[in-house]
């Protein structure tokens, strides 16, 4: 079975400053990690993908994952939050000996960047 | 190159009605998925279909639901004698046949409201 956990409802930060939301997996062969982000009344924009290589992965609009293996996380982080990235954001994990291809997803973290 | 396309966007239905999702996969994508997000909560996911196969219906409700994807045409979910606990947003992913990127890209989604 596959699990994620997003510790956090909502996380809060001011612009300009850095953010991080937290995600956490349970597989039980090697993972494929993404982040995607919801806004309001929308469907899902994918973000970025962890699928194999580098612990550190560079998607969409400035944000960036670090795969860390031994923690099982993949916490998505912006250097620099904008008021237009306050959205809903999910992580989400396959198993890649998942033959159903299907995504697990996280509850969700809600972002609110306030100026 | 047009995204995934569902529709309606909205759809009320009375309590026992029928509903029917409509869902287009981007062009050249075979492989299709259903998922449902409730009120604030994560997506679940329901059905996984390539062209005139259901291959992993593991999230489905036993009763009243059933998915397809036919040959020609887009897939379809479809909900019969819909009740208020079916009320909820019901999204379409689809991906590519020959891929080793395994994202999933996403429809804007059809918004159920049984009354």
């Known amino acids: 079975a596959q699990s994620v956990a997003q510790p956090e409802d909502q996380v809060n930060v001011a612009e300009g400053n850095p953010l991080t939301v937290k995600c956490t997996y349970s597989?039980?062969?090697?993972?494929?990690l993404f982040w995607y982000v919801q806004y309001p009344n929308r469907g899902l924009q994918f973000l970025l993908k962890?699928?194999?290589?580098?612990?550190l992965v560079k998607g969409s609009y400035g944000f960036e994952a670090e795969f860390n293996k031994s923690q099982t996380s993949f916490h998505l982080k912006k250097p620099s939050a904008l008021v237009s990235d306050s959205a809903l954001y999910f992580c989400a994990v396959r198993d890649h000996n998942n033959a159903g291809n299907m995504l697990t997803f996280g509850g969700g973290t809600r972002l609110m960047v306030k100026p | 190159n047009a995204g995934v396309m569902q529709n309606p966007r909205h759809l009320v239905r009375r309590r026992g009605q029928e509903a029917r999702l409509r869902c287009s996969p981007m062009k050249g994508h075979s492989h299709v998925y259903w998922y449902r997000q409730l009120p604030e909560e994560g997506l679940k996911f329901m059905v996984y279909l390539q062209k005139e196969n259901i291959i992993d219906e593991s999230g489905m409700p036993k009763e009243r639901f059933s998915a397809e994807f036919p040959k020609e045409g887009p897939s379809i979910l479809r909900i019969q004698q819909v009740v208020r606990g079916d009320s909820a947003a019901y999204f379409c992913?689809?991906?590519?046949?020959?891929?080793?990127?395994?994202?999933?890209?996403f429809g804007p989604g059809t918004r159920l409201t049984v009354t």
């Open positions: 962890y699928i194999t290589g580098d612990n």
């Open positions: 992913a689809s991906s590519p046949w020959k891929t080793s990127s395994y994202e999933q890209y």
């Open positions: 597989v039980s062969g090697n993972p494929y």
